[in-house]
């Protein structure tokens, strides 16, 4: 009998000026299963974790967000119907605080404060200038342990290139409202939001010639990145079993489709509007929706070829005005969060939050699709969903919205309404996920301890 042909986890196919890196193949590693209660040992290690923060702005209507029952069983709310599908795959966690988004003697600014606190935990200096400061963020903590595992130590998205200097929030800077990661206390990192440059730094081979004229190849005579690593897929093929043949071919089709919709983005130069601006024209109003289904994508292809395993995602500035006239409201964003609690106001706002969870379904509906070892993607991910601020009539940042959605590799009992109590850490909660993700911390921002209640002992 032949012994099984095995190779290092992260297996790349090459072409000119392309890596496309591959999922986990059973045929190019050692056996693995997923990570079960109580399992321990090298093959329920094997399988990496991966963990994403996604923040959406201006709170929610949060009647139409809270469960009335806690723990199991619950019912969903309006707003987090369109997850019915995956509710044993979340939990729903109120009583977080970020207590540092708080005005702390500094008056306004507090979508600043929001969204500059929200992985940082830490309360940012109010200057417009270029002395920012905040805090190194949750993700990036997480980045300087881990980073050196995978070809990208982390990926920061969003579908808002709006200022990245100057003043924007009653005297914070506009880098507070439009970052979420920070290497330093004074260096955020600014995500990128065009998802075809998202696309060639996954795929390409790096800032060389080689790959330059790759790309110029690609685009001129409309070839995938594929058509570059044809050779090593044929060769590859050969040694694959019939599962892991299926297997590759459905990951390829993935990246094949990607790029398709990327191109015609681009060939019927689909933008989307400013913040704040009503499109042109009604194609570039369903734009929104495509910009954040693809950047959903780019994190599930990130996560399945473990080409990175820390991803933050801010799908909208907090502070945003984007209309919404393609799900019938043509009014502000965040003129519909100050709503003085007229109900009309409030109905408006709780159908943005719902459309922005159905866009969270579609990733959540990705990452379980995807087999891994004995689960899928999903299982083996931590999800952070949410917002800087709940009520967005009165600027709080309390009881925040936050869903925790996958099973961290075994570390969390999904499908509960968990309520931990009142105004608690956000980063308690940080502190806990790294301990998931191998990354044991003993301080991140303003927490004083960890939420463990949330997770169960991996053993």
Aim: proline share 6%; charged share 20%; hydrophobic share 35%.
């Amino acid at each position: 009998m032949n012994q099984p042909w095995h190779m290092p986890r992260r297996r790349f196919l090459r072409g000119l000026g392309t890596i496309v890196a591959l999922p986990m193949l059973e045929s190019l590693c050692p056996p693995v299963r997923a990570l079960a209660a109580g399992t321990s040992g090298p093959a329920a290690t094997a399988i990496p974790k991966r963990v994403a923060w996604i923040y959406v702005p201006n709170g929610k209507n949060m009647a139409d967000w809270t469960p009335s029952v806690v723990g199991e069983g619950y019912d969903l709310p309006m707003i987090l119907e369109p997850l019915k599908a995956h509710q044993q795959d979340f939990n729903v966690i109120t009583g977080l605080a970020h207590e540092q988004a708080n005005g702390l003697g500094d008056g306004g600014g507090d979508h600043a404060r929001a969204s500059a606190a929200y992985l940082t935990g830490c309360h940012p200096r109010k200057t417009a200038g270029a002395d920012i400061k905040a805090g190194i963020s949750v993700d990036q903590i997480a980045a300087n342990k881990i980073g050196d595992q995978t070809r990208l130590a982390s990926l920061e998205l969003s579908c808002d290139g709006g200022q990245r200097a100057g003043s924007c929030d009653s005297g914070y800077s506009c880098a507070y409202q439009f970052n979420l990661a920070w290497k330093s206390e004074t260096q955020p990192i600014n995500p990128e939001v065009d998802p075809r440059q998202v696309f060639e730094r996954m795929f390409g081979g790096g800032a060389t010639s080689e790959t330059i004229e790759a790309r110029a190849k690609r685009e001129l005579y409309s070839k995938s990145v594929l058509d570059f690593v044809l050779e090593d897929t044929r060769s590859l093929n050969a040694r694959l079993g019939a599962g892991d043949r299926r297997k590759l071919d459905e990951y390829l089709s993935a990246i094949r489709d990607l790029e398709h919709r990327i191109a015609q983005s681009e060939k019927f130069q689909i933008k989307t509007p400013p913040p704040g601006q009503v499109a042109p024209n009604p194609k570039q109003d369903i734009n929104y929706e495509q910009h954040i289904r693809l950047m959903y994508d780019m994190m599930v292809l990130a996560f399945q070829t473990d080409s990175t395993r820390i991803a933050s995602f801010i799908v909208a500035h907090d502070g945003s005005n984007r209309p919404y006239p393609f799900i019938g409201i043509p009014d502000g964003h965040h003129d519909l969060s100050h709503h003085r609690n007229e109900e009309a106001k409030k109905v408006k706002l709780a159908q943005i939050n719902r459309w922005h969870t159905t866009q969270f379904a579609y990733f959540l509906d990705r990452l379980k699709s995807i087999p891994e070892g004995d689960g899928t993607l999903l299982d083996h991910c931590l999800i952070h969903y949410g917002s800087g601020i709940s009520d967005g009539n009165q600027h709080l940042h309390e009881n925040l919205p936050v869903l925790l959605a996958g099973g961290g590799g075994g570390a969390i009992t999904t499908g509960r309404h968990v309520n931990v109590g009142d105004k608690v850490p956000m980063t308690n909660l940080y502190r806990s996920m790294l301990e998931v993700m191998d990354v044991p911390t003993e301080k991140i921002g303003d927490s004083t301890g960890t939420l463990d209640r949330i997770f169960r002992p991996l053993v």
